[in-house]
C-alpha cells in the first residue's frame, strides 16, 4: 500500500528513472572503454571518442523517434534513456581531459584529431540518427513523416 | 587501468548524483534563463571540464586510491557532463537559424571547456 504510493510520486518516479539510467550509462562507458582500450590502445584515446559518437547517434535517433505521435516513450522513459543513459553514457569531462593530456605531451595532431574530430563526428552522426529516425517514421506512417518534417522548427 | 573488484560499485554510486545534478541544473536554468540559450548544459561542461582537470591531477600527485578516481572521474563527473545533450543543443540552435547562438554554443563549449580544463591543472598544480 505505503509502496504503491511511493512510487506514484513523480519526484520518486524521475529519481529514480534518472538514477538507474546513469547506473547502466555509466557502466556501459566504463567497460566499453576498457574493452576498446584492450582492443585498440591508449596511444590516441579512441575509446571516449567512440563512446562519444554512438552516444550521439543514439540521442538523434532517440530525441527525434520520440517526438512523433507514430512511436510514443512515457516521459519516465525518456528520462530513463536520454537523461539518465545516454547523459552519463557520453562525457563532456574525459574528452576534454583527454585533449589536454595529448597537448601535454606535445601531440598537437591527435590531439587537433581527437578535438576538432570529436565535435564534427558527434554532430555528423548526431544527425544520422534524426535522419534515421525520420526514415523509420516515414516507414511506420507517411502522414507522420511530412507532419514531422513540417513540425521541425520545434 | 587494472580491474578492481569494487569499482563499478563506486562508479555508478558517482554516476547517480552526477545525473540528477545535471538534471536538475538544467530544469532551474530553463526556469530562470529561458531556452533561448542552453545555459544549463554549457555551464554544467564548463564547471566539469575545470572539476576534471583539478581532481585528475590532484588524484594522480596524492596517489589517490583507484576507488576515488572511479566515483569521482569516472563516475560523478562523467555522468555530470554530457556529450550528447551538448551535440543535440547545438543542432537545435542551427535547426532553429539563431547561428549566432549555435557558433557561442557549438564552439564555445569546447573552447572554454579546454581553458577550464587547464585552469583546473594549474590549479591543483600549485597546491
Known sequence: ?154 | MEAHSFLPLWIALGAIPGALIRYYLTRICLEKFGGEFPFGTFIINLSGAFLVGFFATLFQSIKADLTLNGFVIIGFLGSYTTFSTYALDTSNLLKLASYKRAVLYGIGSPVMGFLGVELGIALAQRL
Request: glycine share 8%; proline share 3%.
Open chain 1, 1 to 154: 500500500m505505503l509502496k504503491q504510493r511511493i512510487w506514484q510520486q513523480p519526484v520518486v518516479r524521475t529519481v529514480a528513472a534518472i538514477s538507474l539510467g546513469a547506473i547502466a550509462g555509466a557502466l556501459c562507458r566504463y567497460y566499453f572503454g576498457l574493452a576498446m582500450n584492450s582492443l585498440v590502445g591508449i596511444a590516441v584515446p579512441y575509446s571516449t571518442l567512440v563512446i562519444n559518437i554512438t552516444g550521439c547517434f543514439a540521442m538523434g535517433f532517440l530525441a527525434t523517434l520520440s517526438l512523433g505521435q507514430v512511436v510514443s516513450l512515457h516521459p519516465d522513459v525518456r528520462l530513463l534513456l536520454l537523461t539518465g543513459f545516454l547523459g552519463a553514457y557520453t562525457t563532456f569531462s574525459s574528452y576534454e581531459l583527454d585533449s589536454a593530456h595529448l597537448l601535454e605531451q606535445k601531440r598537437f595532431q591527435a590531439d587537433l584529431f581527437y578535438w576538432v574530430g570529436s565535435v564534427t563526428l558527434g554532430l555528423m552522426s548526431l544527425h544520422f540518427g534524426i535522419a534515421f529516425a525520420e526514415w523509420l517514421l516515414g516507414k511506420l506512417d507517411p502522414a507522420e513523416a511530412t507532419l514531422h518534417q513540417r513540425d521541425r522548427s520545434n
